[in-house]
């Protein structure tokens, strides 16, 4: 089965600095890579995700990058804030199937104000 | 709307007392999941059911059942609890309107769930 592996498992920046998460999966059928922010004692929430199809991905702060030849993508935070705060989870999933999510470990990150 | 809602919210057992979470999603997906989630890990899945009636085991089942006899409803019962199934438990699904789309699962606020 799929097997995605996350680091590093802390992160502690300066606010106003950029944040990198790196996640690499082992199923080479996967074809879509979200990732979910999860604050204390809450749901995780998709914050961004992108296919198999697109090698990179922006939504203002945030961006993912994926290399499917490396197996291997991304979650890029530019311009932390104290509000990013949180634990990151990067998943992967096939299209067709079952579709179920298989987690990383997770990063905690924290933004020093 | 109310989206995916999962009840109880807590509960507290005892080892070896048997209880059902209830899964309930008002958006008509055909897909739902149940996974877990222990502390620094990520969620893994428990069960999951691509369409009423249905029913297939995730990577980690044992000493859980589920049932999908409405289309919006995934349960998920443990028959006589350990003290191992500590845990934060969440529903998702997702629905299968498109062949081939991959679509963002909706979460649950889960339940937490311990066992003496």
């Known amino acids: 089965g799929e097997n995605v592996e996350q680091h590093p498992s802390t992160l502690s920046v300066q606010e106003g600095d950029s944040a990198v998460i790196k996640c690499t999966y082992s199923?080479?059928?996967?074809?879509?890579f979200p990732w979910y922010k999860q604050e204390l004692g809450k749901r995780p929430q998709l914050i961004i995700d992108i296919r198999s199809n697109v090698g990179e991905k922006k939504d203002q702060r945030i961006a993912v990058t994926l290399n499917k030849t490396a197996k291997h993508f991304s979650l890029h935070i530019t311009e932390t804030q104290p509000e990013d705060s949180a634990v990151y989870f990067c998943a992967a999933s096939r299209r067709t199937g079952r579709r179920a999510l298989t987690f990383g470990s997770g990063t905690r990150l924290q933004v020093q104000p | 709307n109310a989206g995916v809602t999962q009840t109880p919210k807590f509960r507290v057992l005892k080892t070896g007392q048997s209880m059902t979470l209830l899964c309930a999603q008002d958006?008509?997906?055909?897909?739902m999941y149940w996974y877990r989630q222990d502390p620094g890990m990520g969620l893994r899945l428990i069960h999951y059911?691509?369409?009423?009636?249905?029913?297939a085991k995730g990577e980690v089942p044992d000493g859980y059942n589920v049932s999908r006899l409405k289309k919006q409803n995934f349960l998920l019962g443990l028959e006589s609890a350990a003290p191992s199934q500590t845990s934060v438990y969440f529903c998702?699904?997702?629905?299968?309107?498109?062949?081939?789309?991959?679509?963002?699962?909706?979460f649950g606020d889960g339940t937490r769930l311990s066992i003496l």
């Open positions: 998702a699904s997702i629905k299968a309107e498109f062949v081939g789309e991959n679509q963002p699962q909706h």
């Open positions: 059911s691509v369409g009423e009636g249905t029913t």
């Open positions: 199923d080479s059928a996967s074809n879509y």
């Open positions: 958006m008509n997906h055909e897909y």
